[in-house]
């Protein structure tokens, strides 16, 4: 396994992660928990772009 790959995984991963916790803090829904751990990292992005002081402070 090259290293390109194994951090490719790693940043999947980790968007999942960061996109779960922020849907699970916000709603309390597993449903709404799993559907945005599947958009990953475009999730992440879209909450810091429309969040007050998401991504500008």
Do not use: C, E, N
């Not at 090259?2 to 709603?27: D, K, M, P």
């Amino acid at each position: 396994m090259s290293t390109r790959t194994t951090a490719t995984q790693a940043g999947i991963g980790l968007g999942s992660a960061i996109a779960v916790a922020i849907s699970w803090s916000l709603h309390q829904s597993i449903l709404w928990a799993i559907l945005h751990g599947l958009l990953g990292w475009l999730y992440v992005i879209w909450h810091a772009f429309t969040r007050p002081g998401g991504l500008f402070g």
